[in-house]
Nanobody, 124 residues
Framework: QVQLVESGGGLVQAGGSLRLSCAAS????????MGWFRQAPGKEREFVAA????????DYTDSVKGRFIISRDNAKNTVYLQMSSLKPEDTAVYYC?????????????????WGQGTQVTVSS
């Protein structure tokens, strides 16, 4: 059974940092692109960041470029999202997702498995 389990969310003040982790099991983690998405209250889920299977290539939505870093450890079947200089508008439930292929993507339809989400709240 495939499982993606996010952790590391919480409450932080604006300007602070958090590191999200997503531990995967039951799938061939090392041959899949991985992504992070988020959904704020009353809004649709949106793409945040993605990384290809070798961590050679990454992609970020414009609003997080220079503040967030996606990385992965294939030996640990884990993908990370290091978030710095957090802003209140980063408040959302953050989801990790496992891709259907080796490559990264901004499209939700290119991801076959999703975690349950972890709440990130940034206070002003």
């Amino acid at each position: 059974q495939v499982q993606l389990v996010e952790s590391g969310g919480g409450l932080v003040q604006a300007g602070g940092s958090l590191r999200l982790s997503c531990a995967a099991s039951g799938l061939t983690f090392g041959t899949r692109g991985m992504g992070w998405f988020r959904q704020a209250p009353g809004k649709e889920r949106e793409f945040v960041a993605a990384v290809d299977w070798t961590a050679t290539r990454t992609d970020y939505t414009d609003s997080v470029k220079g503040r967030f870093i996606i990385s992965r450890d294939n030996a640990k079947n884990t993908v990370y999202l290091q978030m710095s200089s957090l802003k209140p508008e980063d408040t959302a439930v953050y989801y990790c997702a496992a891709g259907r292929s080796r490559w990264y993507s901004r499209s939700e339809t290119d991801y076959g498995y999703w975690g349950q989400g972890t709440q990130v709240t940034v206070s002003s």
